[in-house]
């Protein structure tokens, strides 16, 4: 997917980054505005219009994305230098109005089909985010709040954790459990409260 998507023209890299890195989804991402951005800051404001419940948030994006949007924005100027939608076409039907969320669709279906990856979307990034910061540690209710959600249940509807995934968590959190069990059977820990 990433093959294909880095020979995309780059309002297209410039979006799926972003919709990655800000667990974006389609129509949170179309509906971006100049004003949304601060580059100093590398975040970007998700109006609460934008969003599915009508939630703000304030959400980070890489330096790596940072860089490819910078490169977008010297590319728009030439497309338009006014305010206003962040994302525009270039079609000569539609040249420097805001882009559909059905262009943005039909985008992303081109790419996932050219990868051979059909069950891609536009909201898959929104899911490898999430499941990402899973897989990182990131608390529920951290991930919650990153992805506007009001209830910890949606987020879960999100995060596909493979069995490697979990296996190496439960590894993890249980690491001083199962040491105490094999010191307690070896004899070289006593229980606590025991006394000789």
Request: net charge positive; aromatic share 6%; with cysteine.
């Amino acid at each position: 997917m990433l093959v294909v998507a880095a020979a995309e023209q780059i309002r297209n890299r410039v979006m799926l980054a972003l919709a990655y890195d800000a667990a974006l989804r389609r129509e949170e991402l179309c509906s971006l505005r100049t004003d949304d951005l601060d580059p100093a800051h590398r975040t970007l404001r998700v109006r609460a219009e934008a969003t599915k419940n009508r939630l703000e948030r304030v959400v980070p994006y890489s330096a790596a994305t940072g860089v490819l949007l910078s490169g977008y924005l010297a590319h728009r100027a030439r497309i338009s230098r006014a305010r206003g939608p962040l994302f525009l076409s270039e079609s000569r039907r539609n040249h420097a109005q805001p882009l559909t969320l059905w262009t943005w669709s039909k985008v992303v279906r081109r790419i996932a089909l050219t990868a051979e990856v059909p069950r891609f979307s536009t909201h898959t990034t929104r899911h490898l985010c999430l499941t990402d910061l899973a897989r990182m540690g990131w608390e529920l209710h951290a991930i919650a709040t990153f992805a506007g959600h009001r209830h910890t249940d949606s987020t879960l509807q999100y995060i596909r954790l493979s069995g490697r995934d979990l296996a190496d968590k439960l590894n993890k959190g249980m690491e001083h459990i199962h040491a105490w069990r094999i010191a307690m059977l070896t004899g070289t820990a006593r229980p606590s409260g025991a006394t000789r």
